[in-house]
């Protein structure tokens, strides 16, 4: 009898003790897994919308749009050798109150921070190991400080006007300002092999800013993939080759965008404009991925 209760006394200790192993196990199994899987995968964050733009600043007109909002994503590439944070979002988290509350800042909306989806597959900001921006606008840049510790991959002429004394048009240095100490690769190369494993690259494509870049992903199942942040914001703009207002140089974009259509077709690669409100709303999102 007094056995029994001993061992009724000790069962539920027994279990929640077992539980609680369960659950650090799975947590750690999970963490394990989200920072080293077998294959490249590709996250895509919610990380708001831009609302309210007057479409001329497109050179284009609202009936020639079929949606004027814009979708602000984030990206993370998960590598088996790495990760790389690609365009950090339009609002800092540090904005938010909570993680429910949505935040609007001029055109921009978000409703979750970047952090909290990081977080929901596994991963800190500080596990990040590389940043890649496309360009220093603000509604690529706006979580940047958050990734401090990540070794930065930028162009010298994006760098030199991100922290140059007049500081750029269309972004806001107190985002960015931690990476002037972040551990930095100056791209010089047309292309640069982020992992060494010739599946993450990201290419030179000048203009909208002084070192604007795109990113190519060589994924198993999806295929190849262009993240081709700022080279065009509308579909619409690709297909009629309307240049926006605000470009840093109108020739270079001419360029970059007839070379990246000739590398998109020779390749076989799917271009992602980031952008793009209703291509955006069909990706698949974090914790969802593709692979
Ligand atoms: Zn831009």
């Known amino acids: 009898m007094a056995d029994r209760m001993q061992a009724r006394r000790a069962s539920p200790a027994l279990v929640l003790g077992l539980i609680a192993m369960a659950v650090v196990g799975s947590a750690l199994a999970q963490h394990h897994l989200a920072q080293r899987p077998k294959t490249l995968r590709l996250y895509v964050f919610d990380c ?33 050798k790495g990760t ?15 993680d429910h509350t949505p935040v609007t800042q001029s055109y921009f909306t978000a409703t979750r921070t970047l952090k909290s989806q990081l977080a929901e597959i596994g991963y800190a900001p500080t596990d990040i190991t590389y940043l890649g921006l ?29 922290f140059a004394d007049k500081p750029p048009a269309l972004s806001d240095p107190h985002n960015y300002n931690l990476l002037i100490d972040s551990k930095t690769v100056i791209l010089t190369t047309d292309e640069y092999d982020v992992f060494g494993d010739g599946k993450v690259t990201i290419k030179f494509a000048p203009g909208h800013t002084p070192g604007h870049q795109v990113l190519i992903l060589k994924l198993a199942k999806t295929g190849n993939v262009m993240l081709a942040g700022d080279l065009y914001h509308y579909p619409e703009e690709r297909r ?10 109108k020739d270079e974009s001419l360029a970059s965008r007839a070379m990246i259509e000739e590398y998109v077709q020779s390749t076989n690669t799917q271009l992602w404009i980031e952008h793009d409100y209703v291509g955006n709303s069909k990706l698949k999102k974090s914790p969802q991925y593709y692979d």
């Not at 979580?143 to 990540?150: D, G, I, K, V």
């Open 240 to 249: 009629l080759n309307r240049i926006p207002t605000f470009e840093f140089n």
């Open 134 to 162: 496309s360009h220093y606008h603000g509604d690529h840049v706006a979580n940047s400080n958050e990734f401090a510790s990540s070794t930065w991959l930028v162009r010298q002429v994006e760098r030199d006007a991100m």
């Open 48 to 80: 708001g919308v831009i609302k309210g733009l007057d479409p001329g600043l497109f050179n284009l007109k609202k009936e020639e749009l079929a949606e004027t909002e814009l979708a602000v994503p984030c990206y993370l590439v998960v590598d088996p």
């Open 84 to 98: 790389l944070m690609w365009d950090v979002g339009a609002i800092p988290d540090t904005a938010f109150k909570d």
